[in-house]
């Protein structure tokens, strides 16, 4: 159940970035946020299932993200 709860909100978060860098590029960097947010559940569901991969691309997507933040924050 937690493991699909994590999986639909980062699902959700990932197309709220998207959207948001496709039609709302106003509000950047909240669309940094979203896939940041994305990020940290799906990163939450491959240490749960052990999914070496996908783990790799999730921290370094959440680390490019927060960078993203200083940068548009700094």
């Known amino acids: 159940m937690i493991n699909n ?9 990932l197309l709220i970035m998207y ?10 960097p909240w669309n ?4 940041i947010v994305g ?6 569901w491959t240490i749960r299932v052990k999914n070496g ?5 999730n921290a370094v997507a959440i ?5 993203g933040l200083l940068k548009a924050w700094a």
Request: glycine letters at 10%; charged letters at 5%.
């Open 5 to 13: 709860i994590l999986q639909w909100t980062g699902t959700v978060a």
């Open 19 to 28: 959207a948001l860098m496709s039609f709302r590029p106003d509000l950047h």
């Open 32 to 35: 940094i946020v979203a896939g």
């Open 39 to 44: 990020g940290v559940c799906y990163l939450t």
């Open 53 to 57: 991969p996908q783990m790799l691309v």
């Open 63 to 67: 680390t490019i993200g927060l960078a």
